[in-house]
């Protein structure tokens, strides 16, 4: 393994099912590292299994065979709450459909996670505002979701994922939601975000969106290749 990875996949396979007549096999002895900075995107259509690898890159599921790698720890040798910690520290997601709170404000919506992991009031408030100047929007932090376009909640979203300065971006599907040229405007930040040091996976189903990260791997029926 690369002294620089910071995901690394080692024959990850997960099957649901497994021994009944039901059985399916959604991902099929997956092997991938990512760099710490890479910005690299997983692309497939629907039933893919990208959604399941993206689970196990989360720590949102474990896999029925081979290993993972999340900053150098085994997730393996975790419990559940030790998973949920790992998660905290070491991943922000973004979701096509943003999960914002519709009655909190952004900087509400941004420390969310700092007040679950019991930051004191002061120091929430500064560390949201940092995020939401990061990404543009300092000027909005008191504003509702309903009063934000979708591009600006996507970018409240994104600033709730950095909050706790975590080395992995997983976004799936972020740009689904949005106009051609406000997903644009994601993918630059995402950009931005990787120079910053930022380990970003994009997750989707559309080839021209994966072609803006550095890497492009392809997913089909479980198995995880390089694209051509």
Do not use: W
């Amino acid at each position: 393994m690369s002294d620089s990875a910071v995901i690394h996949l080692q024959a990850l396979s997960k099957t649901y099912g497994e021994g009944s007549a039901a059985e399916v096999q959604a991902l099929r002895a997956v092997n991938l590292e990512i760099a710490r900075g890479e910005f690299v995107a997983i692309v497939g259509p629907s039933g893919s299994g990208k959604s399941t690898l993206m689970n196990l890159i989360g720590c949102l599921d474990t896999p029925s065979r081979g290993r993972y790698l999340c900053d150098g720890i085994d997730v393996a040798t975790l419990d559940a709450t030790q998973r949920a910690e790992l998660r905290r520290a070491k991943i922000g997601f973004v979701f096509q459909s943003f999960h914002l709170l519709p009655r909190m404000s952004a900087l509400d919506n941004v420390i969310l996670p700092l007040m679950y992991a019991g930051v004191d009031a002061a120091q929430r408030r500064e560390l949201g505002m940092a995020a939401l100047s990061s990404v543009g929007l300092a000027e909005r932090a008191h504003h509702r979701p309903s009063e934000l376009s979708g591009g600006q909640q996507q970018r409240v979203a994104i600033a709730r994922a950095l909050i706790n300065h975590p080395p992995i971006l997983l976004a799936d599907e972020p740009t689904g939601a949005l106009d051609s040229r406000t997903g644009a405007e994601i993918l630059n930040l995402f950009h931005r975000l990787r120079d910053e040091g930022h380990t970003v996976v994009l997750i989707t189903h559309d080839p021209q969106v994966a072609a803006h990260a550095d890497r492009m791997l392809e997913i089909h029926d479980g198995v995880l290749k390089e694209a051509a």
